[in-house]
């Protein structure tokens, strides 16, 4: 089965720096999506990027980006010019191609300061 | 963008008592809706996948006959949790996928149930 890990509970950043979250996943398949999303105080999801494995491109979607490293099996993001409204948790997620089906890390508090 | 909507939003119920969730696609047809649930401060485990027409699938550990799913429809999917227990109690999320170029996962605003 796929697993996905958050190794940061919490993170931090002072408002118009740049963050990075982590996330490792283990899975032996070859076909598969790797997302953000985000999950604000109202508990609404909100996909923030979405990377398709087979793309070695780095998906990017404005002051987001991620580092997918296929073969370590890492899918970081990044968040630059931290604005005070990107305070969430965040949870990485895995989907096998066509699955529909997500399997969440754990989820990173992420606090920005003003 | 395509609309998940989940009501209610939140329910409180004595123990032993039913409660329904409904999730709604708005702007979509979807055929197949999944099922969350989120404890406090934790992560989002499938329960089941709901297939419009047809039974839905259950994830492994998940009691069919205690969290019933009904997909009538192609906009309306239904959990219903069965002689609840404070230990049901938790926050319920809808998902459906609204197909096309996209191919996004549009997740409801979710469901908090407290059962006393």
């Known amino acids: 089965a796929q697993t996905v890990t958050q190794s940061q509970p919490e993170m931090s950043v002072q408002e118009a720096e740049t963050v990075t979250l982590s996330c490792t996943y283990d899975?032996?398949?070859?076909?598969?999506?790797l997302f953000w999303y985000k999950q604000p105080p109202s508990r609404q999801m909100i996909l923030v990027i979405r990377?398709?494995?087979?793309?070695?491109q780095n998906a990017t979607e404005n002051r987001f980006s991620v580092n997918f490293q296929k073969a370590a099996k890492s899918f970081s993001l990044k968040i630059s010019d931290s604005q005070l409204g990107d305070a969430a948790m965040y949870f990485c997620?895995?989907?096998?191609?066509?699955?529909?089906?997500?399997?969440f890390g754990k989820g990173t508090k992420l606090t920005v300061n003003p | 963008g395509a609309v998940v909507s989940q009501h209610p939003s939140r329910v409180i119920c004595k123990s032993g008592t039913s409660v329904k969730i409904e999730c709604r696609s708005l702007?979509?047809?979807?055929?197949?809706m999944f099922w969350y649930r989120q404890f406090p401060k934790q992560s989002l485990m499938l329960m089941a996948t709901?297939?419009?027409?047809?039974?839905?699938?259950?994830e492994q550990g998940v009691e069919k006959d205690k969290f019933l799913i009904n997909h009538a429809s192609l906009t309306l999917s239904t959990l219903t949790v069965t002689s609840a227990h404070p230990e049901d109690s938790s926050f319920y999320i809808c998902?459906?996928?609204?197909?096309?170029?996209?191919?996004?996962?549009?997740f409801g605003e979710g469901s908090r149930l407290t059962v006393l």
């Open positions: 998902s459906a996928f609204a197909g096309g170029n996209t191919g996004e996962l549009f």
């Open positions: 899975t032996s398949e070859s076909d598969y999506y």
């Open positions: 990377q398709e494995a087979y793309k070695q």
């Open positions: 997620a895995y989907e096998s191609g066509g699955s529909e089906k997500l399997v």
């Open positions: 702007d979509f047809q979807a055929t197949t």
């Open positions: 709901s297939n419009e027409g047809s039974k839905a699938t259950y």
